[in-house]
């Protein structure tokens, strides 16, 4: 077991609870590593995670470390990675404007918000799917091929990247973004930028 992926995991557990990001029952994070993944166990407060807890699991689905059963969403974290090469760490949770995103099965977009454009596009809502089963990611797979970051359609977000802290960092501004987008269309139109800025920072974020 790699005590350092251990903490991390731990660390970012306890970063997305002080942002307000996951909770005692949701919101999920992994991290793998030399063919392990790290995840953190099922009903567990994330603000209270012990080394000990953090379940690890081998290629094949079972479980070679930790005391916790791991999250029932770890079908989720194992086929996410099988994405793509470069995904070295998952979060899954329900922060409070992108989830409400989710319940409406609505993109996050603006044509008026450079950072945004730069550094995401806009973020795509994937079909829902049952949580804890194969179905939750199968409307999701097409958009992570090409994005870090989706709205699970009714549920809440995922993010991916080459680590954990990546992938932390991505739900961090993905859902102060959603914030400041919906109160904008609260306040009314959004004062859009011309095509050609925004082509040019949409041409930024292109893989």
């Known amino acids: 077991m790699d005590k350092a992926v251990v903490a991390e995991v731990l660390r970012v557990a306890r970063r997305l609870d002080e942002k307000n990001l996951v909770n005692a029952y949701e919101g999920n ?17 994330k603000a209270f995670l012990t080394e000990e807890m953090i379940a ?12 916790c059963r791991p999250t029932s969403e770890l079908p989720m974290h194992m086929e996410t990675y099988s994405i793509r090469d470069d995904i070295g760490g998952v979060v899954h ?20 918000y450079p950072e945004m454009m730069g550094n995401f596009n806009y ?9 804890g089963t194969e179905e939750i990611l199968k409307g999701a797979i ?4 090409h994005e870090d ?6 549920h809440g977000v995922l993010a991916v990247g080459e680590t954990v802290l990546d992938a932390m960092n991505r739900v961090e501004a993905a859902e ?8 904008a269309n609260r306040l009314g139109k959004q004062a859009d930028l011309s095509p050609e ?10 893989k």
């Not at 949770?93 to 008026?112: G, N, S």
């Open 197 to 206: 800025e925004c082509e040019f920072f949409f041409s930024l974020n292109r």
């Open 93 to 112: 949770c329900h922060p409070t404007f992108l989830t409400a995103y989710a319940l409406c099965c609505k993109p996050v977009e603006t044509r008026a």
């Open 29 to 45: 994070i992994s991290a793998k590593k030399d063919g392990l993944i790290y995840i953190t166990p099922t009903g567990k407060n």
């Open 123 to 131: 973020f795509q809502v994937a079909p829902y799917g049952r949580p």
């Open 142 to 145: 097409p958009i992570l091929k």
């Open 149 to 154: 970051i989706v709205i699970l359609g009714n």
């Open 176 to 183: 102060a973004i959603a914030k400041t987008v919906f109160i």
């Open 56 to 67: 690890v699991i081998d290629g094949e689905g079972g479980q070679v470390g930790g005391s």
